[in-house]
């Protein structure tokens, strides 16, 4: 078996036979159907690959025994005959917000360092059900607070195209997990474009769902009403299927309603779709020159393929990432008040009275951006402040919903840039959060206005090989629609 | 210079919900600390509230009982604050729109309700909202730590928050009263103040009599016993109007009762009142409510308290009869029920008041109505005295039903009306004491009981009470 798993990485790494990753969940189960590959050596050679690229700090913990033990049970069934699940041999990654019984769960924060889940997320407990292997869990930015994974209390993760640059974030080793071929897909969390910036920053497929179409049990909260789980891929039919898995009502979820759940992994898309594009992003200089080039491209194959591709204007553009930062940084702070050294979690050893305990251990539990995200929202929604901030907020974020619906009520997609700027060095922009802030500009929109996007892949920058890419943002519950067009559409 | 009280309630209800408010822990007073918790009551990390619907029809149940406006859509709010015995470091409430607003309780202070037709007082509300409790913290002496219980974390609360329309410790106690009956009549709480599924925060203010404007309230917190209440309200009337009349003023204040001292003092002043930073609450959608809903429970709602008891009063009762037996809606629905199969309501009020009530404490009703009418007819024609009706017969058919004519006869208590046997036993009594005769007849008219006593005992018990001393009269006239 040594001899084996050495032999794949020599190969993978030279590429002189077929690459032993496969890209997607259809050629992975047909690879095993046909006895090419065991699920033990699925996983072994995943394991293999995690321990060859620890420098990219990828996971926070990883199960090997357990994706081993639960590889051997299924390649039994296999051998047996008997019934497999539709995610039988597919090994994922889950981002460390999500919730497993039994297992490690800590948000990127020295608070929840020690932290066992007592229970199992909704959505990863339906991927369980199916036969999915989870193989670790990987590092994101702190409570998912930050966009190049810079703010983990585990150091930063880093990008495989280039080590020297972020991953982008939060769920930054959610996409350098799949990237580095350490799994296939990655379970990721999204509150303001957490899925698709990373994803689009390591040249992935990303995708959130509709605010509510996936259960949020089980999901630890950064921001309650932007928060959706999603799912980081090679394969945008991978997606389909993952998210076909975890979507429909959750009797522990009030905000997952009861709405079918269309059969994403079979939905087909024909005929020329009306495609929207916001006509000043492509003329405003803040977007670097390859972002505009890779938009612009995307927007003349499409239109190539006989597709109706119209500028459309938005008008507030100036007011979304202050919306969004004052609703999403109002209910951290609420959100996280439960971390207070009591029940579990980091309690300062020093502390003497309760006052103490809570400040205490907060101070030293939370890092510096969790830290300035409480204290922000903290002061939106204090008396005398209400109003004229959070309420406004709320109000802009509704102006912000209607228009995009408009937009979408003529056309079946926005296609847009993921981010205003490429992969940054690691440590660049560390001191500067507003910078920051201000680059989750098109990603946050879908989150305002609870809509379902997706990042799609377009190749690498000539210059410097980073990869590059776009997003398509379909209206609310269109998921359907949104994937099967991008699957159709795949290059 | 005379004084106007003025006191605002807001009274919270602790529901008798299966399961607690946003999760399936038991819903259940007096278990072992820390047992009836889950991952949703503890906070933990990922975890969601998800809405029991019983609160929500709880809560509506009482509203209509209370004739407030059902609002169709309601919604919760964060309440943020940090405390030891608050898991998730905010409480799940109604701020913005609660789920009913307006209403009123009709009260009946303790020197009205005996006075036959007083009028009552209709205690304004201003809303009711939903919320879930906090656990428990335990400060207990000697202990250089809290102990905290999370059984109570997260238990379904309704608060009712009435109008500054509460004058005297008298009508508090009534309005609380008022509330305790009604939640148990609509079975949505148990009401017990003392472990706390009632209890109540007083506002008072004191004012000039005739000043328009209302006096600066101070809030007396988590009052869970009515002597307590009583106590604090009088004590914080005295306290207010003694700042007044030295000229100084009241200060807005949260103050707490020593029931030791039975005095009142000052928790936090207003300038240091929490910032409760309010805001809705993301991971719950609204409350709709259809018409449709609403309507079914209001067409179930059934007769209410203050209908029973003026329907009790209606049948004659007296208003502390009435008061009794209507406190309950199974008592007043049982009584209605033996009422109608009644040959005289008020006297089978008494009987229910002194005999069966106290029988309810402890066992089932095996007696039916046509049983009770039977009953008392023999009462009324004579046949059993009233004495022996309620005590020795109501007492053994109580413990065994059976045929109440021949259980009277078996007891031997169908009373003696035959005037030979009678006068028999009466001239023997006579015969047998002529020294008390004598004294009857030269004045002492009091040993007619005597004389009733002997005759009593010589009959068994069976001598007619009226018959029997008409008869012993004339006798000792007639030997004269």
């Known amino acids: ?491 | 210079m005379s004084y106007e009280t003025t006191i605002g309630l807001e009274t919270h209800v602790q529901l008798a919900t299966v399961s607690k408010a946003f999760c399936g822990d038991r819903n259940e007073f007096g278990a072992e600390p820390n047992r009836h918790i889950s991952e949703v009551s503890l906070g933990y990390p990922g975890t969601l509230p998800f809405l029991n619907e019983r609160q929500v029809e709880f809560a509506v149940r009482l509203g209509l009982a209370l004739g407030s406006k059902i609002n169709r859509r309601s919604t919760f709010d964060r309440k943020n604050y940090f405390y030891a015995d608050l898991p998730k470091g905010y409480q799940i409430t109604q701020d913005d729109r609660p789920i009913c607003v307006g209403g009123a309780l009709p009260i009946r202070t303790a020197s009205q309700q005996y006075a036959a037709g007083a009028p009552t007082v209709r205690v304004q509300l201003h809303h009711i909202h939903m919320e879930e409790d906090a656990g428990k913290s335990i400060h207990a002496a000697g202990e250089a730590f809290s102990r905290v219980d999370l059984n109570r974390a997260g238990t379904p609360l309704l608060e009712v928050v009435t109008e500054p329309d509460l004058h005297s410790a008298e009508e508090v106690d009534a309005f609380m009263s008022g509330m305790r009956q009604l939640v148990r009549w609509l079975e949505i709480s148990d009401g017990n103040m003392e472990e706390g599924s009632l209890r109540c925060d007083v506002n008072v203010s004191v004012r000039k009599q005739g000043q328009a404007e209302l006096g600066t309230r101070c809030e007396i917190k988590n009052m869970n016993s009515m002597r307590f209440a009583r106590r604090a309200i009088a004590y914080e009337v005295d306290r207010q109007i003694a700042l007044l009349e030295k000229g100084e003023s009241v200060m807005q204040q949260t103050r707490q009762f020593d029931p030791q001292s039975g005095t009142t003092s000052a928790l936090r002043e207003k300038e240091n009142a929490h910032d409760y930073r309010y805001f809705p609450d993301p991971d719950l959608p609204p409350v709709v409510l259809t018409d449709a809903y609403v309507q079914t429970l209001r067409d179930t709602l059934g007769i209410l308290p203050w209908e029973a008891y003026t329907e009790l009063l209606a049948l004659g009762l007296d208003p502390d009869d009435a008061a009794l037996i209507g406190e309950e809606k199974h008592h007043y629905l049982s009584f209605v029920r033996y009422a109608r199969a009644s040959p005289a309501v008020p006297e089978l009020a008494k009987l229910w008041v002194n005999r069966v009530l106290p029988f309810l404490q402890q066992r089932e009703l095996g007696l039916e109505p046509e049983q009770f009418a039977t009953l008392q007819t023999l009462i009324a024609d004579g046949e059993v005295s009233a004495a022996n009706a309620a005590s020795r017969l109501l007492t053994d058919l109580l413990e065994n039903p059976g045929d109440v004519r021949q259980r009277a006869v078996d007891l031997g208590l169908i009373q003696n009306t035959d005037t030979d046997f009678l006068k028999h036993i009466a001239r023997e009594v006579i015969g047998a004491n002529p020294d008390k005769a004598n004294a009857y007849r030269k004045g002492k008219k009091g040993l007619i009981g005597f004389f009733m006593g002997e005759v009593m005992k010589k009959s068994g018990g069976s001598a007619e009470p009226k018959e029997t001393q008409a008869l012993l009269r004339g006798l000792l006239e007639e030997t004269t």
């Open chain 1, 1 to 491: 078996m040594e001899y084996y798993c050495t032999t794949v990485l020599f190969y993978y790494r030279t590429n002189y036979l077929t690459p032993m990753f496969y890209p997607s969940i259809a050629t992975t189960q047909s690879a095993l159907d046909a006895g090419e590959v065991t699920t033990v050596q699925l996983v072994e050679r995943y394991l293999a690959s995690i321990g060859d690229q620890r420098y990219l700090n990828i996971y926070v913990e990883v199960f090997a025994d357990e994706a081993l033990d639960r590889a051997r049970e299924q390649d039994g069934r296999r051998r047996a005959g008997a019934k497999l699940g539709r995610l039988a041999g597919i090994v994922l990654s889950i981002k460390d917000v999500i919730c497993y019984a039994g297992h490690g769960v800590s948000a990127g924060s020295a608070m929840l360092e020690d932290f066992v889940s007592p229970y199992t997320a909704t959505a990863l407990q339906r991927l369980l059900d199916e036969d999915a292997i989870v193989i670790g869990r990987t590092n994101c930015d702190e409570f998912a607070m930050g966009s190049g994974n810079e703010n983990s209390h585990y150091g930063p993760t880093r990008n495989a195209a280039d080590p020297a640059r972020v991953p982008g974030g939060s769920s930054g080793g959610a996409a350098v997990s799949v990237q580095a071929n350490t799994c296939l897909m990655a379970v990721g969390s999204s509150t303001g474009g957490s899925v698709r910036q990373p994803a689009s920053f390591c040249g992935l497929y990303g995708f959130k769902p509709t605010y509510g179409r996936i259960s949020r049990y089980g999901l630890i909260a950064y921001g309650s009403s932007f928060d959706q789980i999603g799912l980081l891929a090679r394969d945008p039919t991978d997606i389909a299927l993952g998210l076909e898995l975890m979507a429909g009502a959750d009797n522990f979820d009030a905000t997952a309603p009861n709405r079918p759940v269309p059969l994403y992994s079979k939905a087909t898309s024909e005929g020329p779709k009306r495609i929207a594009y916001f006509a000043d992003i492509l003329k405003n200089e803040k977007v670097d020159g390859v972002i505009r080039q890779t938009t612009e491209s995307a927007l003349k194959e499409l239109r190539d393929a006989g597709h109706t591709v119209e500028p459309v204007t938005f008008d507030y553009f100036d007011y979304v990432v202050p919306t969004y930062y004052v609703l999403t940084t109002a209910e951290a702070s609420s959100n996280l008040s439960r971390y207070d050294g009591m029940r579990y979690g980091y309690r300062s050893a020093e502390a003497e009275t309760l006052e103490e305990t809570y400040k205490q251990s907060r101070s030293e539990g939370f890092g510096t951006e969790v830290q300035r995200r409480i204290l922000l929202g903290t002061f939106v929604l204090s008396s005398g402040y209400y109003d004229a901030f959070y309420g406004k907020a709320q109000r802009a974020r509704r102006v912000i919903q209607e228009q995009l619906r408009g937009i979408l009520a003529d056309y079946d997609f926005i296609l847009m840039p993921v981010s205003p700027s490429q992969p940054w060095p690691v440590g660049e922009q560390i001191d500067d959060p507003v910078a920051n802030y201000l680059a989750d500009i098109y990603t946050v929109l879908a989150n305002l206005a609870g809509l379902p996007a997706i990042a799609i892949p377009a190749g690498n920058d000539p210059e410097d090989h980073l990869p590059v890419g776009y997003q398509l943002m379909a209206d609310l519950w269109q998921e359907e629609e949104l994937l099967s067009f991008v699957c159709r559409t795949k290059k």
